[in-house]
């Protein structure tokens, strides 16, 4: 029982990080209906970014969080105005095409030069706190924090999705473009901002990310596509759909892992993704398109 | 509604202009074994290989809008049928009749539950499945040999080999420019253009979605016994990995997705340019491929084959519209209408 407790605590905290990672990718695809395959490499720079500001600079995952979050919006902010915002209002399927082609080549350029520089080989922040033990479950502090962390993040996307006057934008937006221009929101500054704040919030991840698991330059799309299966299970563009698809996935990997073999837990995530997909297409929380 | 219902604007003048060119092409690969070395002959096999797949995804992607991105999943099962039922001592015979029967059967069995899905949905589903089938053939070692691959002897010279790629990607373009052609094909895109429209026109959309699954896997698989055959080695990575998903998918919308000219293009010049890439410049290679990818989409959204430039020049040499631009003239309004 301690153990199924102990891979719980694990899983939920694992699923806490794929959900801020998934979330960005949730929203820009909601807003700008495009599939950004670039997306978990953002969250890998974030992880190197995190890694060298803490062994060259001793400056901790907390601070270098906020600061590749910074740094990821402003990087999102350059993509999108460089490459996205030229195939943005095209055809739907040539959007679509033309935004596997880019956002593919976005990836191999990262996943390449990052790999190139950083020589390979994985790594992750050597950062540490202690442990806390009660009723006889060891609660590491330091997941717990970070925990804490994605939790506040969380509630603080979720008031701003719900409460501002820009999130309510990017919501409506994302529910039905036409109508939102209609009302006077200017979409395309809309997407932009879901883009380039989706991205910051993969970077931002990424240096948690590294502090609890490792990162190597090779990961990005691997986990992009375990993001899709989360946000997919769980609805498009839902915030609570992409807790809870990324509490599901999570909690079934930890758990095959521990049970099974560890060699089966990368079929969970795609069996759970063809699942939903067939019994749920718009995923548990999402609403059904009209 | 009968025979009148094929694609109106193809003359087969014209047709036949395109396969004289076709038959050529084919005739000089088939040169190479006697006047290249090793190296040209590989060069030319793998290329056989890519335009194979290339061609048979743009079945479902190119006419009929499914982003197919697990069609390496019918290659590497391909691969993998040949390779098991040759080291059970099944025979070469047996192998290759029961390379496609096997894999049909399968993408039949996914076809229908995955064709509920639309757009990028189908997409990341198709590639789930891939993915399933990749952990499969890690996991299942008594049958796949695991992560350390499944290897047989090897029987036969690279030559026959060779020619049997050839063969397979010959018929993979035939196989393209019918369907580009034949009531299927308009079906297909119409099904393209507006689903329900389509089946509200009478189109079984369900069945020919099917059966365009279908036959877009049948070649793939020999492919992939082509690929097991000369290589006589196959492991998860080569057989179902990303590397061989995203191939043919940037094959064809480099080249122009959903004609039969440019999966043919994508997948020269992107074999042209990894080969200069990759003998050439010792670093970064997967960066510019990359870059090249990113150019492409924003500059030629439509691919090579649809960019003024090729336009131009294949009306000069008289290939048909269905070769290049689109597959007629009918249905370039309409989609034109519908943007």
């Known amino acids: 029982m301690d153990i199924f407790l102990q891979v719980l605590i694990g899983a939920v905290l694992q699923g806490a990080l794929y959900t801020l990672g998934a979330f960005g990718l949730s929203l820009s695809f909601g807003v700008l209906k495009i599939l950004n395959l670039s997306h978990g490499d953002f969250l890998t720079l974030g992880g190197f970014l995190g890694f060298f500001a803490l062994t060259y600079l001793g400056i901790n995952p907390f601070l270098s969080a906020s600061i590749a979050g910074l740094l990821g919006c402003g990087l999102g902010w350059l993509f999108y105005q460089g490459l996205i915002s030229r195939i943005v209002g095209r055809s739907f399927r040539q959007m679509l095409t033309t935004s596997v082609m880019i956002t593919l080549g976005v990836s191999l350029i990262i996943e390449d030069t990052t790999s190139f520089l950083w020589g390979g080989g994985s790594t992750g922040i050597p950062y540490q706190l202690s442990n806390i033990e009660w009723g006889g479950v060891v609660f590491p502090l330091l997941r717990v924090t970070l925990l804490a962390g994605t939790v506040f993040l969380t509630i603080g996307l979720h008031l701003f999705l719900t409460r501002t006057y820009i999130g309510r934008a990017v919501v409506a937006a994302s529910m039905n473009p036409v109508g939102a221009t209609v009302v006077g929101i200017d979409t395309r500054f809309v997407g932009m901002l879901t883009f380039a704040l989706g991205i910051g919030l993969a970077a931002g991840t990424g240096v948690f990310y590294a502090t609890l698991y490792s990162i190597e330059p090779f990961m990005g799309l691997g986990l992009t596509l375990k993001y899709l299966a989360i946000i997919i299970v769980g609805g498009m563009g839902s915030l609570p759909g992409a807790l809870l698809g990324g509490f599901i996935i999570a909690a079934s990997e930890s758990y095959t892992t521990y049970y099974i073999g560890a060699q089966w837990s990368p079929l969970i995530a795609f069996t759970i993704l063809i699942l939903a997909l067939l019994i749920r297409p718009q995923g548990l929380l999402g609403k059904a398109e009209a | ?339």
């Open chain 2, 1 to 339: 509604m009968t025979a009148k219902f094929t694609c109106p604007e193809v003359r087969r003048s014209k047709r036949r202009s395109g396969l004289i060119l076709l038959a050529a092409a084919m005739a000089g690969a088939a040169l190479v074994p006697v006047l290249g070395t090793s190296y040209h002959i590989s060069l030319v096999f793998f290329l056989f290989i890519s335009i194979t797949l290339a061609s048979t995804y743009d079945i479902l992607a190119g006419f009929t809008g499914y982003l197919n991105l697990g069609h390496a999943a019918f290659f590497g099962m391909g691969a993998y049928v040949f390779g098991i039922t040759i080291q059970a001592g099944g025979g070469t015979a047996l192998a290759l009749v029961l390379t496609p029967i096997v894999t049909v059967i399968f993408s039949v069995a996914i076809a229908y539950p995955l064709f509920r899905l639309r757009g990028a949905y189908f997409g990341i589903a198709t590639f789930g499945v891939l993915n399933v089938m990749g952990v499969l053939a890690t996991n299942l070692r008594d049958l796949t040999g695991g992560t350390t691959g499944l290897s047989i002897p090897p029987t036969v010279s690279t030559e026959i080999t060779f020619y049997m790629a050839g063969v397979v990607c010959f018929a993979a373009i035939l196989l393209n420019t019918w369907i580009a052609t034949s009531r299927l094909g308009l079906g297909l895109l119409a099904t393209r253009e507006d689903e329900e429209v389509a089946e509200g026109s009478g189109i079984g959309t369900m069945r020919i979605k099917i059966y365009a699954m279908a036959l877009s896997a049948v070649l793939p698989s020999f492919a992939g016994a082509a690929y097991m055959w000369q290589t006589t080695y196959i492991d998860p990575a080569s057989g179902f990995g990303s590397g061989v998903a995203f191939a043919p998918v940037i094959m064809a919308m480099l080249g122009g997705s959903g004609t039969v000219i440019g999966p043919i293009i994508g997948a020269i010049f992107l074999t042209v340019i990894e080969e200069v890439l990759w003998s050439h410049v010792g670093y970064l290679q997967l960066t510019m491929y990359g870059i090249v990818l990113v150019c492409v989409g924003i500059f030629m959204p439509g691919g090579l084959m649809r960019s003024n430039y090729f336009a131009k020049f294949y009306a000069r040499i008289g290939l048909p519209d269905h070769y290049g631009y689109q597959p007629s003239r009918l249905l370039r309004i309409m989609s034109e209408d519908s943007k």
